[in-house]
């Protein structure tokens, strides 16, 4: 495997294999080794063509951790401005012996194109409305490490299904490790074709997907990627969708919370809530720069 591109590629004994690989590297990182020398002698190019806080930096500092060189390249800086287009822009990452390219597009199938074009080994960081399979495996890891399993849990995804990358690369995820998925968005933010996604239910109704479950995913309303009115208003969505206290209290008593980031505080969790017991938003951010760290010599590996 010399590309991260999908979930898709990873089968469980990979998922876990990467999962192994982050624990080791979040124990020694908490006890005190904050270097270390996997990717000594690596570069790691960072093209983004989109926005990015979380993916970004902790792609960087993971790289930086392994001792890699590690170059922001962000497309609004970049000759992408001039007009290069995408594949003129990655023959020429590629010609400064990259070793790494961790791309995030707008478009969805971007990094498949590019892995074809290089010999570098290409991570998707997040491409249009397809995957974003390092999102997943922090998800499956945060979930792992605080309920010791992921196999038989009752896992909701709620919000914008339609238009969300980490919705796809979740289902696909949690059901290779055994969870019971349902997913929830109004009628007109579920897509057409919703079966392939393969989730085992389907509702429009919060309160039904948030009943008894182990695990509830909020995901941002993707503002930039809606062409059409998807719902009346912000507010009539943070009411028929939106977690509160009532909606925390129809979970199983020891639930968690999550959400992908960046959150619209008051959309799609109540603000008080964001950073309340249940969640472990940050705990995601946290493992985000372990799994990538993972991700990195995984490939490195294989
Ligand atoms: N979750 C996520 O992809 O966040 P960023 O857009 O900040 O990277």
Excluded: W
């Excluded at 926005?51 to 001792?67: D, P, Q, V, W």
């Excluded at 392939?196 to 995913?217: G, M, N, P, R, S």
């Amino acid at each position: 495997m010399k590309d991260l591109l999908s979930i898709n590629q990873l089968s469980q004994e990979d998922v876990l294999s990467i999962y192994q690989i982050a624990k080791d590297y979040k124990k020694r990182y908490k006890n005190g080794e904050k270097k270390f020398t996997d990717l000594r002698g690596y570069s790691v190019l960072l093209p983004f063509f989109e926005n990015s806080t979380r993916t970004r930096t902790s792609f960087e500092l993971a790289g930086k951790i392994l001792s890699a060189d590690t170059i922001n390249i962000s497309s609004s800086q970049s000759s992408v401005k001039k007009g290069e287009n995408l594949y003129d822009t990655i023959k020429t990452l590629e010609a400064m012996n990259s070793d790494f390219i961790v791309i995030r597009h707008y478009m969805s199938g971007a990094p498949h194109i590019v892995a074809k074009e290089v010999k570098s080994r290409v991570i998707n960081a997040g491409d249009g409305m397809n995957e974003h399979p390092s999102q997943a495996l922090l998800d499956g890891f945060t979930i792992l490490e605080k309920k010791g399993k992921v196999e038989g849990l009752k896992i909701a995804i709620i919000g914008d299904i339609m238009h969300s990358r980490v919705a796809r690369s979740d289902v696909k995820l949690f059901k290779k490790l055994g969870a019971h998925i349902t997913i929830c968005a109004p009628i007109t933010m579920i897509p057409r074709h919703v079966e392939t996604l393969q989730a085992d239910y389907i509702t429009t109704d919060i309160e039904d997907a948030l009943k008894d479950k182990d695990v509830a995913i909020f995901l941002r309303i993707q503002l930039e990627r809606q062409s059409k009115v998807f719902f009346t208003s912000l507010n009539e969505y943070s009411i028929k969708y939106g977690l509160n206290q009532k909606r925390l209290d129809l979970l199983k008593e020891d639930a968690i919370i999550m959400h992908p980031g960046p959150v619209n505080r008051g959309i799609e969790i109540q603000s008080e809530l964001v950073y309340g017991d249940r969640s472990l938003i940050l705990d995601q951010v946290e493992n985000g720069l372990f799994i990538r760290m993972a991700i990195y010599k995984f490939l490195l590996e294989n």
